[in-house]
């Protein structure tokens, strides 16, 4: 199946700092990735669709200037918390769509913050 | 509200039975369907699409599809303490805007003891 990385896997940083998480898919490309967020023991929720050369798509309560999302090839998208804060703790997984495999979701391994 | 609906479970079943999940969903418009298998701390990992009636078949997984009552369903076959995790069943949904977006269900736990 196709690939996608999420860099870095971990991250704890100080409320108030900004950080960012990185989505590629290795070996095709993703006119489409998504971003999620995953709260211990409940489901994924989709934040926002980030689609290459265009303005993301954010989901009904997701605050578009906290959760920037650039998406400049076909292969990266970012996702960037601003100011984060410890209610943002959580884990963060990208997909990226495969067009060539049905649309097929493909996720990466996914990046837990931890925000003091 | 689009919804797609899993028995939170926990499901357990002796090593070796068969693994049954079920999975309803609301919007009767979608049109591709997907298990996942996700473990403790882990990210979500493919088992299975699918999008025609009936069942489609890949190893010890069995899928199975069924439009007119909105339910699709995951079998496992010989079920191994390795099975154990949650799965995830997740449906396309199309928006206003007309993109596809991917709905999860929360997800069944399931428990294979050996």
């Given at each position: 199946?196709?690939?996608?990385?999420q860099h870095p896997s971990r991250v704890i940083c100080k409320s108030?700092t900004s950080v960012k998480i990185e989505?590629?898919?290795?070996?095709?490309?993703?006119?489409?990735?998504?971003w999620y967020r995953q709260f211990p023991?409940?489901?994924?929720?989709?934040m926002?669709?980030?689609?290459?050369?265009?303005?993301?798509?954010?989901?009904?309560?997701?605050?578009?200037?906290k959760f920037?999302?650039?998406?400049?090839?076909?292969?990266?998208?970012?996702l960037t918390v601003t100011s984060a804060h410890p209610e943002d703790s959580s884990f963060y997984i990208c997909?990226?769509?495969?067009?060539?495999?049905?649309?097929?979701?493909?996720?990466g391994p996914g990046t837990r913050l931890t925000v003091l | 509200?689009?919804?797609?609906?899993?028995?939170?479970?926990?499901?357990?079943?002796?090593?070796?039975?068969?693994?049954?999940?079920?999975?309803?969903?609301?919007?009767?418009?979608?049109?591709?369907?997907?298990?996942?298998?996700?473990?403790?701390g882990?990210?979500?990992?493919?088992?299975?699409?699918?999008?025609?009636?009936?069942?489609?078949?890949?190893?010890?997984?069995?899928?199975?599809?069924?439009?007119?009552?909105?339910?699709?369903?995951?079998?496992?076959?010989?079920?191994?303490?390795?099975?154990?995790?949650?799965?995830?069943?997740?449906?396309?949904?199309?928006?206003?805007?007309?993109?596809?977006?991917?709905?999860?269900?929360?997800?069944?736990?399931?428990?294979?003891?050996?």
């Open positions: 199946g196709a690939v996608v990385s108030g989505c590629r898919s290795l070996d095709f490309q993703a006119t489409t990735m998504f023991k409940q489901s994924l929720m989709l926002a669709t980030s689609n290459e050369g265009s303005k993301a798509t954010y989901e009904q309560g997701v605050e578009k200037d920037l999302i650039n998406h400049a090839s076909l292969t990266l998208s970012t997909s990226a769509r495969d067009y060539s495999v049905s649309d097929t979701q493909y996720f | 509200q689009k919804e797609v609906e899993q028995n939170s479970g926990p499901l357990s079943v002796p090593e070796g039975a068969i693994a049954s999940l079920n999975c309803t969903y609301s919007d009767r418009g979608s049109q591709s369907f997907f298990w996942y298998r996700q473990y403790s882990k990210s979500p990992e493919l088992i299975m699409f699918i999008y025609s009636n009936g069942d489609k078949e890949d190893g010890r997984f069995t899928a199975q599809l069924n439009k007119a009552s909105q339910y699709v369903s995951l079998l496992i076959r010989d079920s191994q303490p390795s099975d154990s995790a949650t799965y995830l069943c997740a449906v396309t949904f199309r928006t206003q805007g007309g993109s596809e977006k991917l709905v999860f269900g929360k997800g069944t736990k399931l428990t294979v003891n050996p």
